[in-house]
């Protein structure tokens, strides 16, 4: 090959993933409604109730915890990975720890695909979120705290 062609080729792909970026844009940010759907659609087992299950957004949109309202099962995260949304669900929360520093919160668990996951918050849905982690919680030794 020559110069030209590799030069030619370079351009083609360059121009195509141009067309492409633009065809099919990428929505990095969560919104509440998205993190439902897909939280309902990894988690079939689990019942809904709109008027007490809980969305937790982090300010940059691209985590979220999702608390459902029957502390049974648990909570479950939702992470912004290019245009798909990654969801974890923990229906017992003995399986992940709790950290809170500087208005993030820092979940940790054994999962290899997603050891950590980081949600930053205001103040006041920080609190809110601890608390019903406190109440849907099963094992006293894993309470998160501020």
Known sequence: MDIV????SL?????LALIAKWLFP???ELTEERIVRNVARYCPETEFDASTDRVFVSEDKKHAVFVFGNPDFGIATASALGDRV?????????QISFHSKNGELNLISDDFTQPSFSV???QAPESELLSMINMTSKKEAKHAHA
């Open 5 to 8: 062609q590799i030069g030619g």
């Open 26 to 28: 990428t929505k990095a």
């Open 120 to 122: 930053t918050l205001e």
């Open 86 to 94: 990654v969801v974890r669900h923990y229906p017992d929360l003995s």
């Open 11 to 15: 351009f083609a792909i360059v121009v």
